[in-house]
């Protein structure tokens, strides 16, 4: 017996993407007392992210590191810089660069 995939009911994504947003609000509330706690934030949003298929908003999505998973404070486990074109995330958890383009996001304005 095949098991059809459905999709998901649009008032869930909305849900789930309200969740998400809630969760990254108490990430940076709690950075402060206890990162790991902020760190498990960020891994349940991107869990309910990919349950319900919806995409991480733009400004969510360069909040936490895409190797390590850690949510990015700038100044405090984050270093940002502007080079050739691109903005870049450096953490300083796991040491690791994520390059952002944005040349795109100048021309269109």
């Known amino acids: 017996m095949k098991l059809k995939h459905q999709k998901k009911p649009k008032k869930l994504k909305e849900l789930a993407l309200e969740r998400i947003r809630i969760l990254f609000d108490r990430a940076e509330e709690e950075f402060k007392e206890d990162a790991k706690l902020s760190n498990r934030y960020v891994s349940l949003a991107r869990k309910i992210a990919m349950k319900y298929k919806v995409k991480m908003p733009r400004e969510l999505k360069r909040s936490y590191c895409k190797h390590c ?41």
């Open 69 to 109: 998973l850690s949510y990015l404070k700038p100044g405090a486990n984050c270093r940002v810089r502007v080079q050739r074109g691109k903005v870049i995330y450096y953490c300083l958890n796991c040491k690791k660069f994520m390059r952002i383009p944005y040349t795109r996001e100048k021309k269109s304005k």
